[in-house]
């Protein structure tokens, strides 16, 4: 199925390339347990393959700059890239929601209960509602933006690589796409996966859409 999101943007840009990537699998990923913006753990084996299989696929790529969150997992996603020289610079604004007092913790069916419950205010439109002791997206939202609005001025980067967070993307995506934030489920994701986009004349679409061929390829290069 081919996603096409446009946004008209008054900016004096020409075209870019965003590649924007979600950082590899962690052991809280595979533990169930409760990441966010306040939890700073590392790749594991099999999130460290994850970023070797981007790279991989996408080495080629001419990226005039490596954006990041802040926290180092996200780092570690992209490390590759970067020791090939490529620019690289890091904004807390790009970090993970703050999931609060549930953060380090396994997900109880308490826990859980009360996780879909906010989902669903979310989806009603109560974007403003904070998890218990963290975030709302439009806290989010609002912190995101210095960031943003710094990588989509700098017009001499036409193909730049960012790596986030699957919470923030989402987030971001609704932002750059003119989506209100109760929409932002729809953007679906995966531990490293991509979501490419093109900014050309004023409008951004989609051309990737959650792609993880590349962990596909890589999988399939290994046996």
């Not at 703050?98 to 879909?116: A, K, M, Q, V």
């Not at 806290?139 to 609005?149: G, Y």
């Amino acid at each position: 199925m081919k996603y096409l999101f446009l946004r008209q943007i008054k900016r004096k840009l020409s075209s870019k390339k965003i590649y924007i990537v979600r950082h590899g699998q962690t052991d809280f990923n595979l533990k169930g347990i409760v990441q966010g913006s306040g939890v700073n753990i590392s790749l594991n084996n099999q999130g460290r393959a994850q970023a070797a299989a981007f790279f991989e696929m996408y080495k080629e790529i001419k990226f005039d700059k490596i954006y990041t969150s802040a926290l180092k997992r996200t780092i570690e996603t992209v490390q590759s890239f970067v020791e090939l020289g490529i620019p690289h610079q890091s904004f807390s604004g790009l970090n993970e929601i703050s999931w609060g007092t549930n953060e380090g913790r396994i997900i109880t069916p308490e826990e859980d209960n009360y996780y879909h419950w906010m989902l669903e205010q979310w989806q009603n439109g109560n974007t403003d509602q904070r998890i218990e002791g963290g975030e709302s997206p439009e806290d989010v939202k609002v912190r995101q933006k210095p960031a943003i609005d710094y990588i989509l001025s700098q017009e001499q980067e036409n193909t730049i690589l960012i790596c986030m967070h699957g919470r923030a993307i989402r987030i971001l995506l609704c932002n750059l796409l003119n989506y209100p934030l109760k929409s932002m489920d729809m953007f679906e994701h995966e531990n490293l996966c991509l979501y490419l986009l093109n900014y050309s004349s004023g409008v951004i679409t989609i051309e990737k859409h959650n792609d993880t061929k590349h962990l596909l390829a890589f999988a399939e290069a290994s046996l």
